[in-house]
Structures are given as structure tokens and as C-alpha cells.
């Protein structure tokens, strides 16, 4: 193994990302019939890609990727009417969950754990939504290998979303900015990094159908080194890492009942092009071009 191949994956994927990331990309539209009443909700995804990237840095590439992930919620705080009226505080929630990624490749497996089981992330952290448009949320995240390829990565981050609907309509960008910190071990070289992103996710409904309404989406983002993210071997840092967009195609699957909980299915085509100190972890290959289809499911 070349040390340019382990600095290929030694960074970790998740979620916001993370979270983001991923549910970001294959969201679809909830069906609002759904019998969940109570304080406590569920999210889980299934995703297939035909390469993991983590923030730009190429994971794996070949053989088969999949990425199961689960979140559950639990509503501490809810405004009623009279209170929504003087409080910019409308919700307030915990949440916790895990993503994965399994991989044919037995990437960087050392023998001393699940070889197929390359990653599993744990995250969790509190909510609140303000003014009904707007959500900051923060949240702790470990980054773990149970196939022994590297020491868990523990990360603090926070991420701030609008809602924009209210004024742009149809038109809306949804917005976001993300920033994380490594606090425990260090993804690449010896300096622990401060990571940012911003992003938008456009989207629109194409068939208006009652029951299986087709949206298309236009997510975009871009991620920065705030301080020895993105560095090469020699130390020297890259304020810019990556940009990924693309389309993603999303239709609710309306034929299982919604005492079963919301069920969607999607399927999306990203481009990454990246700044140069991540064209050369990922072996000159710029632009990537990666195709994810998703099941996700929410009660």
C-alpha cells in the first residue's frame, strides 16, 4: 500500500454530513398522511453508489457500496399558536444515529475486524428551529472503522439551514452552511482541521400527481479548509477542497400503506471537481462522476 493510497482513504464519510450529504441528496417528498402523532421519529436510508467520497476525498471507487444509515427524533419542545406569536423559539428536539458503508473492496481491512465493514459513524446532538424558516443544529460525531483501517476521528459540528420558501416560492435555495472541528485523532497528516461547507438544494415537483408526484432536485455544494483541512503530504493547506452537484430524481412510493410509515425511492447523478491538493489524493482524477439510487423510509 503507497502512502498515496492510504491518504486516499483515510478520510472519513458520514453524514452531515452528513448528514447531510447523503439525506440531502435523496430526500423525497413525505407523505402528509403519516399516523406518527408522538414525540418520537424514525428515519432510515439505504443508499447504492458507485463511489464513496468523504468531503471530496476518495474512499473507495470500486466493487460494490452500500451505505445503510438511521436516525431517531425526540420532540423535547413544540410552540403552540399563542406562543409562536412572541417566541422565535418553535421546536426543539434531540436526535440521535449511525451511517455505514460496506464495501465489496475490503477497503484497507487490517484482519482484525469485519473486512466488508469499512465504516460506522454515531452522531448526536440538538435541534431547534426559529421562526418556522430557520434551524441551527449541533451535534457530536465519531468516525469509526470496524475493519480496522484507522483510530476513530471524533468531530464536533454545527450547521445552520433557511428555509426560503416563503419568498422565493418555487424557486427556493434552501441554503445551509456546515462547520466542523476534529477534536480526537486527525484525518490526514499530524494537524487536527476546521472544516466549512455551504450549500443549496433547488427542487421542484415535474409529474403533479395525487399519488406519485416525480420532484427534481438540483443539490449543490462546496466544501473549505478553515485551517489544515485540506493539507497535502508536505503540510501545505488548500482553502478550497470540492464542489459536487447534481440532479436527483425522487417519487414517494405511494402504494405501501402510511400505517407503515413514508417510503420513497430516488436515484441522482453527482459531479465533484476538486481544488488541486484533493486532485492529487484522488489520483488526478478530476472531475468524478458518481450515481447513488436510495430507499428512505420515516414514521
Known sequence: MTTEDKGLTRWRGMLLAALGTLAVLTAAPARADSPNKGLVSLSVGSDFTTAYFFRGILQERDGFIWQPYGELGFNLFTADEEEAKVNPLRSFSLFAGSWNSIQSEKTLADGSGPGNWYEADFYAGLKASFFGNTEAKAFYIAYSYPGGA???????????????????????????????GEFDNTALGTDKGAYAEVGIRPSMVVIDDESYPVSVALPMKAGFS??????????????????????????????????????????????????????????????????????????
Open 150 to 180: 484507522f483510530k476513530t476521528v471524533q468531530e464536533i459540528d454545527f450547521q445552520l439551514s433557511l428555509n426560503d420558501t416563503e419568498w422565493l416560492d418555487k424557486w427556493a435555495l434552501n441554503p445551509y452552511v456546515l462547520f466542523g
Open 226 to 299: 478553515l485551517s489544515n483541512y485540506y493539507e497535502d503530504a508536505a503540510g501545505h493547506d488548500n482553502a478550497f477542497g470540492f464542489f459536487q452537484g447534481g440532479p436527483v430524481v425522487s417519487v414517494p412510493l405511494a402504494f405501501i400503506p402510511a400505517e407503515y410509515g413514508s417510503w420513497a425511492a430516488s436515484a441522482g447523478v453527482s459531479v465533484y471537481a476538486f481544488g488541486e491538493n484533493l486532485e492529487t489524493y484522488n489520483k488526478g482524477n478530476n472531475p468524478w462522476v458518481v450515481g447513488t439510487t436510495s430507499i428512505t423510509f420515516s414514521y
